[in-house]
């Protein structure tokens, strides 16, 4: 690991739905902005990203340019790519990882070909059962931690409780909050509430209810509260919240443009407010957020939206910098490795 | 059935959080504005309704009072309060229901209490194994149904295939949807995406494709998006995406309250956008939809929000009042008969 001194970050500049447009971009804002905490390689097809900027631009901002000769389409089936494709930008990504050459893969490309390369490439960390996508959420008061989004629909109760420690490691390390406070999203707080699965979910992390901060069953309305800093979820549940979410600025944007577009006073009164309709647009805009680290396998990963801003593919290297940098994979191997102690002392 | 005439409902006057008062205002306003269209009849401990309003102003609006001596709290256990509480508003309220006193139940009291006195008071319509509640989802260009959104929180296959069925029926009588179009809540559009439960749902969806009028899998961003009548789901998934819709209205004011505080012209603005919020909020804002119908049960019952408004009561009371008129129970009952006879061709 070169954590320490500048991380290197693999972006897959054929991801995402205009690649490797506002990859490129966000690679050559991420190096303008924090060059001297992080360096980007550029893995992708040469010939199109010397289209959005000279090869020797890049270099003067210190960016290495890895070819890969294939990518993954945003249909294609996960396991189907990887194995077809091993010259993949993904697959290549994650080969400089295991080779020890970067610290940090960032893709905006087909979420379900991105974990099953990072899977199968890096393998999981040690006691890791599934790993899981953690969707950054903004609150309230501030960000909070949405996890599975999506790698894991059918989840077992074990899953979740990992979830926990997984989302717990990163909220403290990387968000540094101190203490997360860890809820089990639930259809009720009373701990007899939910499905089978989240039944025996809850029973697993009341054991460990110190340890992991564990504050009980959360609901539906508590994820933008701000009163809770991880909430665990299985994937299918998970995916289609965050989906949800990220359509409501559409529909609030929507309704006032429709309702503005009938009467000047209204579109004076916009213009006053302007300031205010961007804090709300940054407040309910979860692009804008960067990326969703995968959590749980040997390396690290983050998965940018598909129709990423270049903002947001820097925004998103710089959370893999910071991810590196905290040594979240060490780390989370540590909280579950005690776990597993834990488990053969009792079992 | 006095369906034809004026339908008869009876509301639970001590459910909801400030019970009996917004149920009383509610009942008064509905009187008012449909009592040509529909009878209503307060449940509940007479003396408390009587505080609100004396007993022959009610009456002076067509109103009967059948006296209550329990209730239920919102806090209490569904079954437990079922068995203990004969004499809960409630439970009162269905067996005027099963004893055809009236046509139908309104209750904005706790869900778990009305689900459960519902399905042992009036039992299932024929064929039906699980109800489901309904929401009705303000959309971008009108309205539409979600459910279940916590009847059933470990729902099989077999569930989200009669959810499909019902819901179908209440959006093309009630809502009055030409065709409606039924889709399936999932984790991606293709046909083997999801867990287990939704998979095997879409394959039994995809053989009645015709007769359902299924399009397919949907995601969390089409339920506000227009471009589906029906969403059909688990009880748990539509349980958290119901409350974390519930609670955008709230970020959204918030963070412009927030924001307006700070300026002068801000505030300005938002007094010339005045109309525009108003807009805003009525598309946002569940709790003015009225009520949740309680589908598959044989009787009609409309679930309030706890923290319905006079308002919301009222158009609760409405709601009921139209299924009765369009014979929604009975209608269900004919679809999956003819389902239950199919599978007795063909088993």
Redesign the interface.
């Known amino acids: 690991m070169t954590g320490k001194v500048r991380p290197r970050i693999a972006l897959d500049a054929m991801g995402g739905d205009d690649a490797p447009l506002s990859a490129v971009l966000g690679a050559i804002q991420a190096a303008e902005r924090f060059g001297d905490e992080l360096q980007v390689v550029l893995v992708g097809d040469g010939a199109a990203i010397e289209r959005v900027r000279p090869a020797h631009e890049l270099e003067k901002l210190g960016m290495e340019i890895v070819h890969s000769s294939e990518s993954v389409g945003m249909g294609e089936s996960a396991t189907g790519s990887y194995r077809k494709k091993q010259d993949s930008s993904i697959a290549v990504a994650n080969r400089l990882v295991s080779e020890g050459k970067v610290d940090a893969i960032v893709s905006a490309g087909n979420t379900g070909a991105v974990v099953t390369a990072s899977l199968l490439g890096l393998s999981r960390i040690k006691g890791v059962l599934r790993p899981a996508i953690a969707s950054i959420v903004p609150t ?1 008061h501030g960000r909070s931690l949405l996890l599975d989004v ?1 790698a894991v ?2 989840a077992k109760p074990a899953n979740l409780f990992q979830f926990a420690v997984m989302g717990r490691v990163y909220a403290e390390t990387v968000q540094g909050t101190k203490k997360p406070r860890v809820g089990l ?3 009720g707080e009373e701990r007899e ?4 699965l ?1 039944k025996q979910a809850f029973r697993l992390l009341e054991e460990r209810a110190a340890e992991i901060n564990f504050i009980g069953n959360v ?7 701000g009163d809770v800093d991880v909430v665990v ?5 998970g ?10 600025i559409g ?2 944007n ?3 443009r429709k ?2 577009g009938k ?1 000047l ?2 579109k ?6 302007k ?2 309709f961007a ?2 647009k940054a ?2 805009n979860y692009e804008e957020v960067g990326g969703a680290p995968l959590l749980g396998v040997n390396g690290i990963v983050v998965i940018a939206h598909g129709s990423s801003s270049p903002l947001a593919i820097r925004n998103a290297i710089h959370m893999a910098a910071a991810m590196a940098q905290e040594r979240v994979v060490a780390k989370i191997g540590e909280e579950l490795s005690r776990e597993l102690l834990r488990e053969e002392a009792t079992g």
Not at 193 to 196: A, C, R, V
Not at 239 to 248: M, Q, T
Request: glycine letters at 10%; hydrophobic letters at 45%; proline letters at 2%.
């Open positions: 309230v999506g629909a059918d999203l639930n259809i509430k939910g499905s089978d989240y609901e539906g309305r508590d994820v933008l509260s979820c299985d994937g299918f549940t995916n289609v919240l965050l989906k949800f979410a990220e359509s409501i529909v609030v929507g309704t006032i309702e503005l009467s006073v209204h004076f009164g916009a213009l006053l407010m300031p205010v804090k709300l407040r309910l």
